[in-house]
């Protein structure tokens, strides 16, 4: 007999404009499926822990200037850098759930003057493509309203509105698969919403080949 091919993972994205509970939810939805028996693992862009990733943290927190181009690019190589990783839990069988991926990269450098989507994009065609990608919706008067942004770079209610723009346009692309979840509502119902989304790509990704984002 044969082999028999184990199912794959889902890689299962959530994304959205700063506050809008991406980390929060990225954590619940993991333990839920780990509490269903399911092999699921987080993982988060930027992941600050690589030598790449140590090259975002600094620019982040303004330890350190880097040209725009330049930091858009370690956006992407620190995307690529765990593309074999990524590739290897999934086909393990594992579900990945990752909190930002490549849209947040588009969306941010392109809120940037002179950065077009279209270049933006470049540099990550062909990543893993996300079964699912959740679109956290909150609105700028809602994010307002939980509090003060943080002291890292791009966290302005101003550069915001245009990440969210951005998004905007991103969402407008039929080839990925992106849901939008209404994000002002309780931590409970966002978590709902999430899981039903998340089991259901779960279950149409274990028959399908892994896709080329952007391709
Ligand atoms: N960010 C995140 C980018 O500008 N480009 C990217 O490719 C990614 C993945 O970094 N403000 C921005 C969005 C956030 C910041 O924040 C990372 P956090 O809180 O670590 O998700
Ligand atoms: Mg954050």
Redesign the pocket.
């Known amino acids: 007999p044969g082999v028999m091919a184990c199912k794959r993972g889902a890689l299962i994205v959530l994304e959205g404009v ?1 506050k809008a509970g ?2 929060t939810q990225c954590n619940k939805l993991v333990q839920a499926l780990q509490q269903s028996g399911r092999p699921v693992e987080m993982m ?3 992941d ?1 822990t690589t030598t790449i990733g140590k090259l ?1 943290s600094a620019y ?1 927190e303004k330890k350190s200037d880097l040209e725009d181009h330049t ?2 690019l370690l ?2 190589a ?2 690529w850098e765990l593309v074999p990783l990524m590739k290897k839990k999934l086909e393990q069988g594992t579900t990945l759930v990752v ?4 849209f ?2 588009v969306a ?2 392109s809120a940037k003057p002179g950065f077009c989507l279209d270049w933006c994009k470049q540099p990550d065609v062909g990543l893993p493509k996300p079964d699912l990608v959740m679109f956290l919706q909150l609105s700028p008067a809602e994010a307002a309203l939980r509090g003060q942004f943080g002291e ?4 302005t209610s101003v550069f915001q509105r245009t990440v969210q723009q951005k998004f905007e346009q991103l969402m407008k692309d039929p080839s990925v698969n992106w849901q939008v979840i209404d994000a002002a509502q309780g931590v409970d119902e966002v978590h709902k919403d999430i899981t039903n989304y998340s089991l259901n790509a779960i279950n149409i990704a274990q028959n399908l080949p892994l896709g080329e984002l952007w391709k």
Request: net charge positive; no cysteine; charged share 35%.
């Open positions: 700063d991406k980390t988060r862009f930027p600050r975002i982040l930091v858009h956006f992407s620190n995307r909190d930002r991926y490549a947040s990269g941010f450098t890292e770079r791009y966290e």
